[in-house]
T-cell receptor, first 111, second 116 residues
Framework: SQKIEQNSEALNIQEGKTATLTCNYT??????LQWYRQDPGRGPVFLLL?????KEKRKERLKVTFDTTLKQSLFHITASQPADSATYLC??????????FGKGTRLSVIA | DAGVIQSPRHEVTEMGQEVTLRCKPI?????LFWYRQTMMRGLELLIY????????DSGMPEDRFSAKMPNASFSTLKIQPSEPRDSAVYFC??????????????FGPGTRLLVL
């Protein structure tokens, strides 16, 4: 069955540093991968989508990579700020199957 | 746009009672998803609809759970009878899905259910 692993449950970093979150998947060949942000008490909010033929995607301070050989996506937040503190979920998808979400990584940016 | 609307936001009930969760998707979206989120299992897909038709309900835990979508602007998730292990946050999400294209899902605020 499909399995999605996000590198750690929690990640603490200093303000201004780059946060790197990892998403690994097995038994799966997604056509694309999405990243969502979830704040406490709220639903997930879409951030970025990267397709299998794209190596990298950027949006402001966010960067996502997608390595279909390693079956891995990396999510980077540069110049991190306390407001970036949240849980980040990866979700591979494609074909006629719906998204499957990882459990998420809780990021804390310390001032 | 009001976004996805869910009600109630919080529900506390006793074991054995019927629980009905409601969702109004974003106008114009043709796909609707019901998820359950717990610390242990993360965000799990329960069922999804496309054009009001249930497409995949393999994530529904057992016969106690049922979902309906009588029209494009309303869906319900019902648990009868409820059990303490059903305690979780239930999310509804909607998207525009056409065939094989990728879709961004828009989530509602969730319903926090506690079964005593």
């Amino acid at each position: 069955s499909q399995k999605i692993e996000q590198n750690s449950e929690a990640l603490n970093i200093q303000e201004g540093k780059t946060a790197t979150l990892t998403c690994n998947y097995t038994n799966y060949s997604p056509a694309y991968l999405q990243w969502y942000r979830q704040d406490p008490g709220r639903g997930p909010v879409f951030l970025l989508l990267i397709r299998e033929n794209e190596k990298e995607k950027r949006k402001e301070r966010l960067k996502v990579t997608f390595d279909t050989t390693l079956k891995q996506s990396l999510f980077h937040i540069t110049a991190s700020q306390p407001a970036d503190s949240a849980t980040y979920l990866c979700a591979p998808g494609g074909g006629n199957t719906p998204l499957v979400f990882g459990k998420g990584t809780r990021l804390s940016v310390i001032a | 746009d009001a976004g996805v609307i869910q009600s109630p936001r919080h529900e506390v009930t006793e074991m054995g009672q019927e629980v009905t969760l409601r969702c109004k998707p974003i106008s114009g979206h043709n796909s609707l998803f019901w998820y359950r989120q717990t610390m242990m299992r993360g965000l799990e897909l329960l069922i999804y609809f496309n054009n009001n038709v249930p497409i995949d309900d393999s994530g529904m835990p057992e016969d106690r759970f049922s979902a309906k979508m009588p029209n494009a602007s309303f869906s319900t998730l019902k648990i009868q009878p409820s059990e303490p292990r059903d305690s979780a946050v239930y999310f509804c999400a909607s998207s525009t899905r056409t065939g094989d294209t990728s879709e961004t899902q828009y989530f509602g605020p969730g319903t926090r259910l506690l079964v005593l």
